[in-house]
């Protein structure tokens, strides 16, 4: 079984400061993992994602994550943050080699202060 | 490229009465549809998918059905709504091995 796990519903910063959400998955083989960004009472949109290859992979809007198998992590950064970067952030996981159905995590809220 | 529409983009109902949210899709053939629900705090909640015609999992027993009468065409139904029943349904699309691509989501309140 695969799970995903984010650290912290809500993180808060202040403009220009480092986001860092945090995400740690489980699976029993390698997977392939997301981050996904949801503005109010809309849908998901994709930022990045990992299937295989380089570990740090870049996304939109500046994001990045680094896939670490060590640490079961896939951490979602960016340098400094924007106040439009206020939304909630989601993880997933599906396990590659075929099977489709991602495990997403709760969500992590992030708030940008002027 | 792949679009989804969902639609309507709000809805109020009141207890007791019935629901059809509708979800369509452009650019694919054969697509893997799910419906989710979105509940403040909670994430999301896979409730059904479709890999075809007629071919409806449920994830989770509810007051919710769901039916798959075209390819590109998934629908939510209820025939009595629940207070519970309220939240965000998000229709999306994910092909194999790949990100999900999901509509703008439907906000319904029961009351």
């Known amino acids: 079984a695969q799970s995903v796990t984010q650290l912290g519903s809500h993180v808060s910063v202040s403009e220009g400061a480092l986001v860092l959400l945090r995400c740690n998955y489980s699976?029993?083989?390698?997977?392939?993992l997301f981050w996904y960004v949801q503005y109010p009472n809309q849908g998901l949109q994709l930022l990045l994602k990992y299937t295989t290859g380089a570990t740090l992979v870049k996304g939109i809007n500046g994001f990045e994550a680094e896939f670490k198998k060590s640490e079961t992590s896939f951490h979602l950064t960016k340098p400094s943050a924007h106040m439009s970067d206020a939304a909630e952030y989601f993880c997933a996981v599906t396990k590659g080699g075929g099977s489709y159905i991602p495990t997403f995590g709760r969500g992590t809220s992030l708030i940008v202060h002027p | 490229s792949q679009t989804i529409h969902q639609w309507p983009a709000t809805l109020v109902q009141p207890v007791g009465s019935p629901l059809s949210l509708e979800c369509t899709v452009e650019?694919?053939?054969?697509?893997?549809l799910y419906w989710y629900r979105q509940a403040a705090g909670r994430g999301l909640q896979l409730l059904f998918y479709?890999?075809?015609?007629?071919?409806i999992s449920s994830e989770v027993p509810q007051n919710l059905s769901a039916s798959r009468p075209q390819d590109r065409q998934f629908i939510l139904s209820s025939k009595k709504l629940l207070l519970s029943d309220s939240g965000f349904y998000l229709c999306?699309?994910?092909?194999?091995?790949?990100?999900?691509?999901f509509g703008q989501g439907t906000r319904l309140t029961v009351v």
């Open positions: 650019g694919t053939s054969n697509p893997n």
């Open positions: 999306a699309l994910i092909p194999t091995n790949t990100e999900a691509f």
């Open positions: 699976s029993s083989v390698p997977p392939y």
């Open positions: 479709s890999v075809g015609i007629g071919q």
